[in-house]
């Protein structure tokens, strides 16, 4: 079965600096997506960046990017200058493209916290 | 506000009772996912429904169930409540059936609280 693994609970960033969130999964599909959802105190889920499987280059979206690593199954999340506003719970979450394409396998989150 | 609304945010009921969570999908998608969150835990995929038909189950309970109307709106049943089913559960819906790269969208949650 697929797993997804989020190893920090926690983690804090001062604003305007860098931060980076891990997460690694198992799967033994050779095709797949992975995404990363932010969830704010208002228990939203926002999809922050997804990532294809296929892809060799590392999905960038504005201050959030990647490091997708295939051959060791980890996909960290990199948020740059950061802002109060990305204080929340992250969400790395792995879709199939094939025999499980039908969920998401979530992580168990880590929640980030800005410090001003 | 990501079009995906769910009724009602908030609920509060006792053991052994039954409960009815809804959930209106995004104009134009046919897929609604169903996902139970528990205090600090990530989401668990329950069951989606496709156009009326269900096409995937998850961890879902034999107390649990859900159905997908003809407007496409879904809703989910709980019934025999226990206290450890107190959760948030979310909606999310998407055009496709099988397009695992396509974004889902989530509804705001309904808070279940069992007493």
């Known amino acids: 079965a697929q797993t997804v693994t989020q190893s920090q609970p926690e983690m804090s960033v001062q604003e305007a600096e860098t931060v980076t969130l891990s997460c690694t999964y198992d799967t033994s599909e050779s095709d797949y997506y992975l995404f990363w959802y932010k969830q704010p105190p208002s228990r939203q889920m926002i999809l922050v960046i997804r990532q294809e499987a296929y892809k060799q280059q590392n999905a960038t979206e504005n201050r959030f990017s990647v490091n997708f690593q295939k051959a060791a199954k980890s996909f960290s999340l990199k948020i740059s200058d950061s802002q109060l506003g990305d204080a929340a719970m992250y969400f790395c979450a792995y879709r199939g493209a094939f025999n499980t394409g039908n969920q998401f396998y979530f992580g168990t989150g880590t929640s980030l916290t800005v410090i001003p | 506000d990501s079009g995906v609304t769910q009724t009602p945010k908030h609920l509060i009921t006792a053991t052994g009772q039954r409960v009815t969570l809804r959930c209106s999908p995004r104009?134009?998608?046919?897929?609604v996912y169903w996902y139970q969150q528990s205090l600090d835990q990530g989401l668990q995929f329950l069951i989606q429904?496709?156009?009326?038909?269900?096409?995937a189950k998850g961890n879902i309970l034999e107390r649990f169930s859900a159905q997908q109307f003809p407007d496409l709106h879904s809703e989910l049943n709980l019934s025999s409540l226990e206290l450890g089913d107190s959760a948030l559960y979310f909606c999310?819906?998407?055009?496709?059936?099988?397009?695992?790269?396509?974004?889902?969208?989530f509804g705001p949650g309904t808070r279940l609280l069992v007493l």
């Open positions: 104009s134009g998608d046919l897929s």
């Open positions: 429904y496709y156009n009326g038909e269900e096409r």
């Open positions: 999310a819906s998407s055009v496709a059936d099988r397009s695992p790269g396509e974004t889902q969208y």
